[in-house]
């Protein structure tokens, strides 16, 4: 049972432009999220994190949105450079004990076309 | 000075083999965890160790044991190796309650 779904694998935007990626989630636990972004052959780094008390996060040019009545959350790229090509990981956590138990979706390919 | 890293970044062993991942962490995080890819891509956590206790263990095979021996280090073991054992594995750390979460580099393990 995936608890964090990415339903797109992919996305090609053109440089400059917007770069929306979409995260939704079904435990109603997690309330904190976060984005990281990985390339080939390194590991996941953190990108930005939105705790469920807030409805939007940015910094600089990444922006998350927050939606906990649909369980969704979105990443925001703007603008979109060749350096965000990336794979993209969306994130959660519960809160309480469990603090360190990031459960992860299966990521979005972001292709930043020149 | 890397924060957190892992060897051998590439790992080929045969079936029935016994082999180790090493992880180290320098953040002064108290809480290690290992992760694992698998072919579809999806990152699942296997295990948690915060100062050295086991909080965390995912359902995963009794073949794969971690040890952490100090808490800048979290070794995985894994006996007796199988081909679905294939696969990138993550080591992480992070603060007691979550911050500053920070990955490994991976390591490649494939069994033929």
């Known amino acids: 049972d995936q608890q964090v779904k990415q339903n797109s694998p992919s996305l090609s935007v053109q440089e400059g432009r917007i770069s929306i990626l979409n995260c939704d989630y079904t435990?109603?636990?997690?309330?904190?999220f976060l984005w990281y972004k990985k390339y080939p052959a390194e590991g996941p780094t953190f990108l930005i994190s939105i705790s469920s008390i807030k409805d939007k996060n940015e910094d600089g040019r990444f922006t998350v949105f927050l939606n906990k009545s649909a369980k969704h959350l979105s990443l925001h790229i703007v603008p979109s450079q060749p350096g965000d090509s990336a794979v993209y990981f969306c994130a959660a956590r519960p809160g309480g004990t469990s603090y360190g138990k990031l459960t992860f979706g299966q990521g979005t390919i972001l292709t930043v076309h020149p | 000075d890397t924060a957190v890293s892992q060897t051998p970044k590439y790992l080929v062993t045969q079936m029935g083999n016994d082999k180790s991942i090493k992880c180290e962490q320098n953040?002064?995080?108290?809480?290690m965890y290992w992760y694992k890819q698998d072919s579809k891509k999806f990152l699942k956590i296997m295990f948690s160790?915060?100062?050295?206790?086991?909080?965390i263990n995912e359902t995963v095979p009794n073949r794969f044991s971690p040890k952490s021996p100090d808490k800048a280090h979290l070794n995985l073991h894994i006996n007796s190796l199988e081909l679905g054992d294939s696969a990138v594995y993550f080591c992480?750390?992070?603060?007691?309650?979550?911050?500053?979460?920070?990955f490994g580099s991976g390591t490649r393990l494939t069994v033929v």
């Open positions: 992480a750390s992070s603060s007691r309650r979550g911050y500053g979460y920070t």
């Open positions: 160790y915060n100062n050295k206790e086991l909080i």
């Open positions: 953040l002064g995080h108290d809480t």
């Open positions: 435990n109603s636990m997690f309330d904190y």
